[in-house]
């Protein structure tokens, strides 16, 4: 058993929650508290209620999530959002959330992870946003064929691919996880070659076509699971805890 207060000072320290910019949103950090008690920890991508009933089922007191309950910004406690809160809280489950932190940690983020998984070399941070570097460019060795092989092991997901370099190479790699497809020409401008995201608009891939560059499409969702089941590893080591990952994909 840990002590929730200890758990949360820990993930708050070591993922810099106040001094990392995200959206209104996220409301990084604990979300709803528990008696105070930890024995079990789940982790899982969004907060959504079919999540929360999973990991009150597995019996877990806490809950980390990359989106948390407050995504859409201020809502009525009523219907979903009403269960969601009693059913947690009737379970004693504290929810702990992280996105921009957790997506940028040069150990424990999404994007360092997927980059380690690909064989990402000469890694390095670029892409300022709000004053913070977002994303990790470096070399990949290997056609644009075997890359798109190593994301699809790596998110366990297909992956959809617009081959916009016209040599058929891959280039600089660029790594931003989740959905900032829309960066497309911001990745050109900085000399990325290959993007790997996790989602775009439509207009993304004719803009890529365009500039010359190839984007791997990763799915939203699969390319956000390496932070959370990081951080139930780190726990589960430091403070001996059942940990348990809460896979609940939404196919985008």
């Known amino acids: 058993m840990a002590d929730l207060k200890s758990i949360v000072q820990f993930l708050d320290e070591s993922l810099n929650t106040c001094g990392i910019p995200d959206y209104p ?9 528990n008696n105070g008690e930890v024995t079990k920890v789940a982790s899982a991508v969004d907060a ?56 940028v940690h040069p150990e424990w983020g999404n994007n360092a992870l997927l980059a380690k998984s690909i064989g990402l070399e000469n890694a390095e941070s670029y892409h300022d946003w709000k004053g913070i570097l977002l994303g990790v460019k470096g070399i990949v060795s290997a056609s644009l064929d075997e ?20 040599d058929g190479g891959v280039g600089v790699v660029g790594v931003i996880t989740g959905g900032a497809g829309s960066e497309v020409a911001a990745m050109a401008n900085q000399g990325i070659q290959t993007f790997i995201t996790g989602e775009g608009p439509h207009w993304s891939f004719s803009l890529a076509e365009e500039l010359g560059i190839n984007v791997i499409y990763a799915g939203h969702y699969a390319s956000e699971t390496f932070g959370v089941r990081e951080l139930s590893r780190v726990l589960e080591k430091k403070y001996e805890l059942n940990t348990q990952f809460i896979h609940h994909p939404t196919g985008l």
């Open 25 to 33: 949103g996220a409301m990084n950090g604990l979300q709803l508290q």
């Open 48 to 103: 959504s209620l079919p999540v929360i009933r999973k990991a009150v089922e597995a019996g877990a007191d806490m809950l980390i999530v990359h989106h948390g309950l407050f995504w859409q910004g201020a809502q009525r406690f009523v219907d979903a959002q009403y269960s969601k809160i009693k059913e947690a809280m009737d379970a004693n489950l504290a929810i702990y959330s992280s996105h921009i932190p957790l997506d």
């Open 147 to 166: 890359l798109v092989a190593k994301v699809t092991d790596a998110v366990e997901s297909p992956v959809h691919v617009c081959k916009g370099k016209s």
